[in-house]
């Protein structure tokens, strides 16, 4: 059991800033939207800011504290990241959402759009992954 708490940890920490940024804010903590608002002019651009920098800083500040940095390989190239990349940018705008803000927003809000998005985004996953073993 000691082996999830971690896993356990992080969603609620997830779950509680998701939360923090629509009572606070009014906003949805899904990341695209977030990053596309980077770009337009308004109010809301140093909140948006803000939560994308607790994001990336978020892990290499939990590691300090821990005390050691989980290993990590990346075994693609760099092309093959970038391809992957704009296919995730690409999916998300067709998706009206990525899978932070249709997965953990939009589902916690009962969305009707959210709840086919993540199954979706599930069954595409679950396709790639027999895909690739079956290719290997």
Do not use: Q
């Amino acid at each position: 059991m000691d082996a999830y708490l971690p896993a356990l940890g992080g969603g609620l920490l997830i779950g509680l800033s998701a939360a923090m940024l629509l009572v606070l804010n009014g906003r949805i903590a899904g990341i695209s939207g977030l990053v596309a608002g980077l770009g337009r002019p308004g109010e809301r651009r140093l909140a948006d800011f803000a939560f994308l920098v607790g994001l990336v800083l978020g892990p290499p500040l939990f590691s300090v504290i821990a005390g050691h940095w989980p290993a990590m390989r990346i075994e693609a190239s760099w092309p093959v990241l970038a391809v992957a990349g704009l296919l995730v940018g690409f999916g998300t705008r067709l998706g009206s959402g990525c899978t932070s803000g249709h997965g953990v927003c939009g589902l916690a809000r009962l969305s009707p759009r959210s709840i086919v998005a993540v199954l979706v985004f599930l069954a595409s996953g679950m396709l790639t992954v027999a895909l690739m073993r079956v290719a290997s």
